[in-house]
């Protein structure tokens, strides 16, 4: 059995080690956990995806998704063919920028789509709640 999504954006190097394996003898069954050190986090609460995006405009909305592995060549061509006037992506490594133009129930994308997608699991989460993160545990 595998649980939801396990998201921590703010631990040490030496907890990427330990907390999978703690939920799991602490819950008895394996949690799909997607860690980021502090310094990660910050770079990627700060990544410039285009020159002209660093924060949605008005009405948009911007999620990261949490990846264990970058994406293959092939599941970034699958992605790809989602990209619409509404919907636009950003790999860059373990990380999906899931920019929508609209707001998100508009969109024909979602994270369980992106999770077949890919063929493993993924976990998103809005940029704002990436940015207070980095903000609140810098490097």
Same mark, same amino acid.
């Given at each position: 059995?595998?649980?939801?999504?396990?998201?921590?954006?703010?631990?040490?190097?030496?907890?990427?080690?330990?907390?999978?394996?703690?939920?799991?003898?602490?819950?008895?069954?394996?949690?799909?956990?997607?860690?980021?050190?502090?310094?990660?986090?910050?770079?990627?609460?700060?990544?410039?995806?285009?020159?002209?995006?660093?924060?949605?405009?008005?009405?948009?909305?911007?999620? $990261?998704?949490?990846?264990?592995?970058?994406?293959?060549?092939?599941a970034i061509r699958a992605l790809s063919t989602?990209?619409?006037? $509404?919907?636009?992506?950003? $790999?860059?490594?373990?990380?999906?920028?899931?920019?929508?133009?609209?707001?998100?129930?508009?969109?024909?994308?979602?994270?369980?789509?992106?999770?077949?997608?890919?063929?493993?699991?993924?976990?998103?989460?809005?940029?704002?709640?990436?940015?207070?993160?980095?903000?609140?545990?810098?490097?």
């Open positions: 059995m595998v649980c939801a999504p396990f998201c921590a954006l703010a631990v040490s190097e030496a907890d990427k080690q330990l907390v999978p394996a703690e939920l799991e003898r602490a819950l008895g069954f394996e949690v799909a956990v997607f860690l980021r050190t502090s310094g990660e986090n910050v770079e990627i609460a700060g990544r410039r995806l285009t020159s002209a995006l660093t924060f949605p405009p008005h009405g948009d909305a911007l999620y $990261v998704a949490f990846l264990h592995e970058p994406p293959s060549e092939d989602f990209e619409s006037d $509404v919907d636009h992506f950003f $790999v860059h490594e373990r990380e999906i920028y899931w920019h929508c133009r609209k707001t998100v129930s508009t969109s024909e994308f979602s994270g369980a789509r992106l999770e077949k997608l890919l063929g493993a699991p993924a976990t998103m989460r809005n940029i704002t709640t990436v940015r207070k993160l980095a903000a609140r545990y810098p490097i």
